[in-house]
T-cell receptor
C-alpha cells in the first residue's frame, strides 16, 4: 500500500523568502513521486517528478525536490518565493504496477505575502 | 490547443437526477482517469481506462459509470445524484507508463442541490 502525508495544510512566506513544502511517503515498492500545483479554479499542473534517476529533481518555475529514501521524504523547495507561486500544492506517489494510479497527499496551500 | 478538455465546467442539478461529464484528450495517450476532489481539496482516483479497457475501479458507488467510446474519450455518468456527490471532478490522461506524468483537465464543478 502507498500513502502520502503533507505536513502543514497551509504555509505562508514572504515574497523573496525560501519556500519549503514537506512531503513524506510510504510505499512497499520503489516509488515514483510527483509534485503538482493547482491554481484557483484550475486543473493540476506537474511541477516535477522523481522516477528513480537523480535524487535531486529540478522542475518548472524554479522549484526542486530531493528524494531521501532514508527519511521517506520528497520535500519541495524554491529559493525565492514570488507572488505568483501562491497556489495549492500536492505531493503524489505511484508505483508497483497499479496502472498509474496516483495517491495524493492532502495538499498544502501556499500564501505569499508582499 | 487544449490537451485535456472537460464539459461542462459547471454543473448544478437536483438530487435524484442523472448527469454526465465528458472528457476528451488530444495527446494520443493510452490511459485516462477520473479523480474526485472534495470540498477539502482532497483528490482521490475513481477510475482508470487503458485503451478503452477499465483497469482501475476504486470503491465508488455503482451509481457512477465510466464509459470510454475510444481511447481519446472517457465520460462519467452519474445516476441518482446525491448531495455528497458535490465535488470537482477531474479527468486526466497519460501515456501507458507509471512514471509518466498525468495531464489534468480543468475540472467540472458539480453541485447537487
Amino acid at each position: 500500500a502507498q500513502s502520502v502525508t503533507q505536513l502543514g495544510s497551509h504555509v505562508s512566506v514572504s515574497e523573496g523568502a525560501l519556500v519549503l513544502l514537506r512531503c513524506n511517503y510510504s510505499s512497499s515498492v520503489p516509488p515514483y513521486l510527483f509534485w503538482y500545483v493547482q491554481y484557483p479554479n484550475q486543473g493540476l499542473q506537474l511541477l516535477l517528478k522523481y522516477t528513480s534517476a537523480a535524487t535531486l529533481v529540478k522542475g518548472i518555475n524554479g522549484f526542486e525536490a530531493e528524494f531521501k529514501k532514508s527519511e521517506t521524504s520528497f520535500h519541495l523547495t524554491k529559493p525565492s518565493a514570488h507572488m505568483s507561486d501562491a497556489a495549492e500544492y500536492f505531493c503524489a506517489v505511484s508505483g508497483g504496477n497499479q496502472g498509474g494510479k496516483l495517491i495524493f497527499g492532502q495538499g498544502t496551500e501556499l500564501s505569499v505575502k508582499p | 490547443d487544449t490537451a485535456v478538455s472537460q464539459t461542462p465546467k459547471y454543473l448544478v442539478t437536483q438530487m435524484g437526477n442523472d448527469k454526465s461529464i465528458k472528457c476528451e484528450q488530444n495527446l494520443g495517450h493510452d490511459t485516462m482517469y477520473w479523480y474526485k476532489q472534495d470540498s477539502k481539496k482532497f483528490l482521490k482516483i475513481m477510475f482508470s481506462y487503458n485503451n478503452k479497457e477499465l483497469i482501475i475501479n476504486e470503491t465508488v458507488p455503482n451509481r457512477f459509470s465510466p464509459k470510454s467510446p475510444d481511447k481519446a474519450h472517457l465520460n462519467l455518468h452519474i445516476n441518482s445524484l446525491e448531495l455528497g456527490d458535490s465535488a470537482v471532478y477531474f479527468c486526466a490522461s497519460s501515456p501507458l507508463a507509471e512514471l509518466n506524468e498525468q495531464f489534468f483537465g480543468p475540472g467540472t464543478r458539480l453541485t447537487v442541490l
